[in-house]
């Protein structure tokens, strides 16, 4: 009678399970707005001992002024258009937070690049501004050896899995993605999970991309667009025009020339 009982509860488990599944739906389009979190106090401090200056009066007291008339975390939002393989990443200007004091053109807080990818064909097209220069990008995919984690967490209401990366050799990556939205994209140029990315986080240079919202509905065709404007390049033309205008630049180079090609 045990046996007999065992039996027909796997098979009622195994039926449930096949209901189930039948019946998950995978999100294909839709949008998702992001915020974008930047640690200003803790990146100001890292830059200013890139710059040798830790030490150095005139940097605290600069250092001392920006954190009396700013907040510590400077926020700003962007949004994500996608269809099926097509993605649209599309920061809100007008979200921007403004920035006074010494410290305030840093690009780590600038929302730079507007990137349209077709994820199937594995190509990007991305208007980048570097300051007050405008390029626009065409080039293949960033390529991202991910490793994936157990670790979990909600997101805007979607369970993510934890992935993480090194890209350009030296920049940790943590992400959170959600294998119910079944398109492999995310936030600025990262992708290549199975699912979409949901959060987003380089630590060690204290900046975050998490979604809070996501709506599940169609994107009319002309919000799958960027704009064109600036100059024609690829990867390897836009490192090399970077490589020789920053030269002079000396420490500050590393962390600028890092950003402009993220």
């Not at 990146?43 to 830790?54: D, T």
């Not at 269809?83 to 649209?88: E, G, I, K, P, Q």
């Not at 990818?117 to 220069?133: M, P, R």
């Not at 936030?187 to 204290?206: K, N, R, T, V, Y």
Request: net charge positive; proline share 3%.
């Amino acid at each position: 009678m045990k046996k007999l009982n065992y039996i027909i509860s796997a098979y009622l488990l195994l039926v449930t399970f096949h209901s189930n599944a039948q019946h998950a739906r995978f999100v294909t389009q839709g949008t998702i707005t992001y915020e974008k979190r930047v640690n200003a106090y803790a990146l100001i401090k890292q830059q200013i001992k890139i710059w040798g200056g830790g030490d150095d009066s005139f940097y605290k007291a600069a250092f001392e002024s920006y954190q009396k008339n700013n907040p510590q975390f400077k926020t700003s939002q962007s949004t994500l258009y996608f269809d099926n393989d097509v993605t649209a990443f599309i920061p809100t200007e007008d979200a921007i937070a403004s920035t006074s004091g010494w410290f305030g053109d840093m690009i780590e807080f600038k929302q730079a690049n507007h990137i349209l990818t077709d994820i199937k064909a594995g190509t990007s097209k991305t208007q980048k501004k570097v300051y007050d220069e405008a390029y626009m990008v065409s080039d293949s995919t960033r390529k991202i050896n991910w490793k994936i984690t157990d670790e979990f967490r909600d997101i805007a209401g979607y369970h993510c899995r934890r992935a993480n990366a090194l890209v350009m050799d030296s920049v940790y990556v943590v992400a959170f993605y959600a294998e119910e939205i079944a398109v492999s994209g995310g936030p600025e140029s990262f992708s290549g999970l199975p699912g979409m990315i949901l959060g987003l986080a380089l630590p060690h240079d204290h900046v975050t991309w998490f979604a809070t919202s996501v709506t599940d509905a169609t994107v009319p065709a002309d919000k799958l667009k960027i704009p064109t404007k600036g100059k024609a390049v690829n990867n390897k033309q836009l490192y090399d025009i970077l490589k020789s205008a920053l030269k002079s630049w000396g420490k500050s180079a590393h962390q600028t020339f890092k950003w402009a090609m993220m």
